[in-house]
């Protein structure tokens, strides 16, 4: 399925396939202690390293979407149903509108 990942470092936002829910999630992201937040009312979740917040991480980069506290490292986001992962609801350009990298 479509997933989106964002890669603060590059300063960019790509189309991913994801095929094996979780474990690719933590492939992406490079760790296995994975969090999320919902990002929008269509149960599209933003997924990340649970310690982004405390965790350094030399040359990650970090980005901010809408309110929530900046996240180091990269992130992914899909839409999550009844314990299932969907492609996201949002469009990639809705996501990027929300989007802030920071230096």
């Known amino acids: 399925m479509q997933a989106y990942l964002i890669d603060p470092a590059q300063a960019q936002v790509s189309e ?6 979780l474990a690719d999630i933590q492939a992406l ?7 999320s937040d919902e990002i929008s009312q269509a149960g599209d979740r ?3 390293d649970e310690s982004c917040f405390i ?3 030399p040359g990650a980069g970090r980005f901010q979407f809408g309110s929530l506290a900046p996240i180091a490292g990269r992130a992914v986001v899909l839409r999550e149903a009844q314990g299932a992962y969907l492609a996201p609801h949002m469009s990639l350009d809705d996501l990027r509108a929300k989007l802030k990298f920071m230096s």
């Open 16 to 21: 991913v396939d994801i095929s094996h829910g």
């Open 29 to 35: 992201i490079g760790f296995d202690t994975v969090e």
């Open 46 to 48: 933003l997924y990340f």
């Open 55 to 57: 965790r350094q991480i």
